[in-house]
């Protein structure tokens, strides 16, 4: 038996393997300086001196402890620098607790930090990954696998402290993911499912920021997403956009989300589905439950945003009620804004159960369609339809 790339199965009997080295936990620190590529698994890279995690010695046999804690810190040499620091897992399989990334914050210190493996396919199955201190970005190259732990709960990803991540390779799991980020994330090998829980669907909490894009490979056939629950928890008002698109093959993807949930901060859903160079759709974003804005302090006088971040022939479906607790007589408005297609396919209304009476406002960037299938989908309030930067925003009749 291997932990073999892109696996949770073979991952989870890995896990099994080490039960016995389980408890206890060391944090194991490698600080890699200047353009200098260290091995992971060389004892002497670390402090204290040793691997972090478990890993196979053989097809049957393994050492290590599965709870450790690998801290990898990136460091220039001289101020006013841009250099390379790299981590190689040189095609070997790591299982641990969680991988810990820093950069260096020095003057000009720019530390372009990777992991690779030089030696064929790798990975690391662990609970989570923290970026807790720089400015740039650290990539997880595309033979680096990230798979999450069968304990059921959904893979941490927090960025918090740090900035952006770029997950080259496969990130696999089966408990959904939760991210506090206000930066942009990449997911260019996006293959997460989820639990029936709200606790293991897809969650974003913090102070939300920059665009999370899942890339989806559809290089075998065309693939359908589910999304069970999307959780909106963030401390601010959700000021990020969430898109999804396909990143490798030519079949389509279809997003479909079931359920939206939204705290009483969230003010702004960014949502978008991708599209090739040449404006064809590659992805299609179905949110099939209802969109509810409301239950915060002063809500009913502030406007709510739905904007589309779809480019050129990316559809984004609202197959449910859009929702904006108002008081009749305030000029609160529900703006649509951005790029691509938007399909409203049910009504927008009151919270009580009314169609909405307020202003809906249409923002076009560079060029945004909005379809409607019947007359009652935009309320019964003013419709003020803006140019952008592009074409002015279209509204349309899908029947």
């Known amino acids: 038996m291997r932990l073999m790339r892109g696996n949770p199965v073979t991952a989870c009997a890995a ?33 204290p001196n040793g691997i972090p995690g478990f890993y196979l010695t053989n097809l049957t046999e393994g050492v290590g402890n599965s709870n450790d804690v690998a801290q990898v810190d990136f460091r220039n040499t001289a101020n006013n620098t841009t250099q390379a620091p790299q981590l190689d897992l040189l095609g070997s399989n790591y299982v641990l607790a969680s991988l810990i990334l820093t950069e260096d914050t020095g003057a000009g ?46 893979f941490r990803v927090d960025t918090s402290a740090g900035n952006t991540l770029d997950f080259g390779g496969e990130l696999q799991g089966g408990d959904g993911i939760r991210i506090n980020s206000n930066n942009t994330l990449f997911f260019r090998r996006y293959g997460v499912s989820y639990g029936a829980g709200v606790s293991n669907g897809m969650i974003f909490e913090g102070a939300a920021g920059g665009t999370k894009n899942f890339w989806i ?67 299609t974003v179905n949110v099939r439950g209802p969109v509810v804005f409301g239950g915060g302090l002063g809500d009913s006088l502030t406007n709510k945003y739905i904007q589309i971040d779809s480019v050129y022939g990316g559809v984004v479906n609202f197959q449910s009620n859009i929702v904006q607790n108002h008081d009749t007589g305030t000029d609160a408005r529900l703006i649509l804004q951005g790029n691509g297609v938007v399909n409203i396919l049910a009504d927008m209304t009151d919270t009580n159960g009314g169609l909405r009476s307020l202003p809906v406002r249409i923002d076009g960037s560079k060029g945004l369609t909005v379809g409607v299938d019947a007359e009652s989908r935009l309320g019964t309030g003013e419709i003020d339809i803006r140019s952008g930067s592009g074409p002015q925003a279209e509204l349309r009749c899908l029947r």
């Open 15 to 47: 896990l099994a393997l080490c039960g016995a080295a389980a408890p206890g936990q060391t944090t194991y620190t490698n600080t890699i300086t200047g353009n200098v590529t260290e091995v992971y698994g060389v004892p002497g890279n670390w402090d």
């Open 217 to 283: 490979d559809a290089s075998s056939g065309d693939v359908v997403h589910d999304i069970p629950n999307m959780v909106i928890d963030t401390s601010n008002d959700n000021n990020q956009n969430i898109d999804f698109g396909r990143s490798v093959g030519t079949n389509t993807v279809t997003v479909n989300i079931s359920n939206v949930i939204f705290n009483a901060n969230v003010g702004r859903f960014y949502l978008g589905g991708g599209s090739e160079p040449d404006g064809s759709e590659s992805t």
């Open 109 to 154: 210190r720019n530390s372009d930090g990777n992991i690779i493996s030089t030696a064929g396919p790798s990975s690391l199955a662990l609970q989570g990954i923290i970026y807790a201190e720089g400015g740039r970005t650290i990539d997880l190259q595309t033979n680096v696998a990230i798979i999450d732990w069968a304990d059921g709960n959904a």
